[in-house]
């Protein structure tokens, strides 16, 4: 028997909606049959607004998070299910906004590195793979590095969005209540300045949504929200330990009293509650739990998210290929092993950040004798050739989306020092015919695509010459030009034998590079946001010289 009750939304407002019939022994919460699945939703028994990302009625928030393959996965402290996997997530960022469509249920938005943004009823959310239940909720979001949900930010009881820009503008959405949003109101400019930005939901208790905005030196900023769309002057928060994290993560409330709250992830994985008192600042920080590095993004992170490679290949010359994943905390897995057809002699690989929507990287072959480029990846054994190429390319490079279109791109590099572009599909299958981006390449000994590096989300390339110079390219997001001047970033590089990049190996969505010496010791060099790196830690004494190759 079908019941209806009332439910305060988080502006404040009521609605109605049906109920699925009661089970007893969960006071307060309903449940619904869904594929097979009983799924609890939250309760009506106070007629108090739900905690955002309430999914299993308990009155305190979940956690949402993407993990190194790719896949989306719902935790509720006592348990977790994969509700998303890799081949159909398309996940770059992900977001815990609220009721988005007036059902009582919370919701979930995800975006993906091409821009779709895509609304996920949250009645699945508990369903292994129900978060595949999907509407596209707006397109062209490639044009932003970050979105947060601040909650509702005009007073009329629905959740809105805010969105910035590689340049720093940024834009605020109002919630239609139907899972959409209405049309892009400019808030302003120079929002670059952070690393990190928070959607906080209500933290002072005035029913309008508020931002948390972190500098890339570590000072927090509070933006309280003024009815329309808009914020209060900027307050700086009195702590100074907020550079000690790598995802800082808003808008849910965790103790279960009421006011919104904050967590933050360190760099050893350890996360950390910072309960709301309801005026906008917060309680003494309090240790929640431990072993959190595997989550490459967290639903409601304030960090630009790190998207299409999360680990390493080696070979050894005679063509065995392993792989190293990221732990989160700046290391790597043990190796396993991936095949052994490819001996250095004939074939070239690259290590390319991800060829299609799945944010999984790809290995790329090419032929030495041939010069053809192919991709050896089980979804294209049916068709596995790239391009045709050429056999005097010495280098092929995978950094990322560097045309702007949200889909990744390859480089190659000739033996004469042209360099050429082969624009991604976004299939995995095929890429555009090659463009020449520009000579004098033959200068540098090694080229590494890391990701992004300086904070703007788009991905650069490093380059080191014969004297040992490290210089960096920044992404500029346009096909026709694709780089920037080249800038010094340092010296005495030559002392390495190897140059590469683990992508974000230490979860804070800033690109990282690693480093091995000829007596085979491993040094680990985290990226600022700003386009240089912290002091190198050491990683491993010996081991890593019988690497043909570190990609």
Do not use: C
Request: hydrophobic share 35%; net charge positive; charged share 20%.
């Amino acid at each position: 028997m079908f019941t209806t009750r009332s439910r305060r939304t988080e502006g404040g407002h009521r609605h109605r909606r049906p109920l699925a019939v009661k089970v007893s022994a969960l006071a307060g919460t309903a449940a619904v049959l869904v594929a097979g699945a009983l799924t609890v939703l939250p309760g009506d028994a106070d007629a108090t607004a739900p905690a955002r990302a309430d999914f299993d009625g308990d009155g305190t928030s979940d956690l949402v998070y993407r993990n190194v393959a790719g896949q989306l996965y719902v935790n509720i402290g006592s348990s977790e299910t994969m509700a998303l996997d890799a081949d159909v997530a398309k996940v770059k960022d992900v977001l815990t906004p609220g009721d988005l469509d007036g059902d009582g249920v919370q919701d979930v938005l995800t975006l993906s590195s091409s821009g779709v943004l895509s609304f996920h009823p949250g009645i699945y959310a508990r369903v292994p793979g129900g978060l595949g239940s999907r509407r596209t909720a707006a397109t062209g979001w490639q044009a932003y590095n970050k979105i947060a949900a601040p909650g509702d930010m005009n007073a009329d009881g629905k959740p809105d969005l805010l969105a910035r820009t590689f340049s720093g503008t940024l834009y605020y959405y109002p919630g239609k209540g139907d899972g959409s949003f209405g049309s892009r109101v400019k808030i302003g400019t120079g929002w670059q300045q952070y690393d990190e930005l928070i959607g906080a939901g209500d933290l002072n208790g005035d029913g309008i949504g508020d931002l948390l905005a972190r500098t890339f030196s570590g000072t927090l900023y509070r933006y309280t929200g003024k009815k329309g769309g808009t914020f209060n002057a900027k307050v700086k928060d009195s702590r100074t330990e907020w550079a000690s994290y790598n995802q800082i993560i808003g808008g849910g409330d965790w103790d279960g009293n009421g006011k919104t709250d904050l967590l933050a992830r360190d760099f050893s994985g350890n996360l950390w509650l910072y309960p709301g008192n309801g005026n906008g600042t917060f309680a003494t920080r309090q240790a929640r739990s431990k072993g959190w590095g595997k989550a490459t993004q967290f639903a409601g992170a304030g960090n630009n998210p790190h998207f299409g490679k999360y680990g390493v290949m080696a070979r050894t010359s005679a063509g065995s290929v392993y792989s190293y994943e990221v732990t989160g905390t700046g290391t790597l897995t043990s190796k396993l092993l991936v095949g052994g057809a490819w001996p250095s002699s004939s074939t070239r690989l690259a290590y390319a950040s991800s060829l299609r929507d799945n944010g999984l990287a790809d290995l790329v072959v090419h032929s030495v004798s041939s010069g053809k480029l192919t991709n050896p990846a089980f979804y294209a054994l049916s068709d596995p050739l790239l391009a045709a190429g050429s056999t005097t390319y010495n280098r092929i490079v995978g950094p990322g989306d560097i045309t702007g279109d949200g889909k990744g791109d390859l480089l190659a590099v000739t033996s004469s020092g042209t360099l050429y572009l082969y624009a991604g599909t976004g299939s995995g299958m095929s890429v555009a015919g090659r463009v020449k981006l520009g000579t004098g390449w033959q200068q540098y000994n090694a080229v590494v695509g890391p990701g992004d590096l300086t904070g703007d989300g788009r991905p650069d390339l490093l380059a080191r010459d014969s004297s040992g110079t490290l210089w960096r390219y920044a992404g500029t997001g346009s096909a026709s030009k694709p780089f920037g001047g080249r800038v010094k970033i340092g010296t005495g590089w030559q002392q390495y034998k190897k140059l590469f990049s683990p992508g974000d190996a230490n979860g804070d969505g800033k690109a990282d590079l690693m480093v091995t010496t000829s007596t085979g010791a491993l040094y680990f060099y985290a990226g600022t946001g700003t386009g240089g790196f912290k002091g190198r830690v050491s990683k491993a004494t010996s081991g890593w010289s019988s690497w043909t190759d570190l990609l």
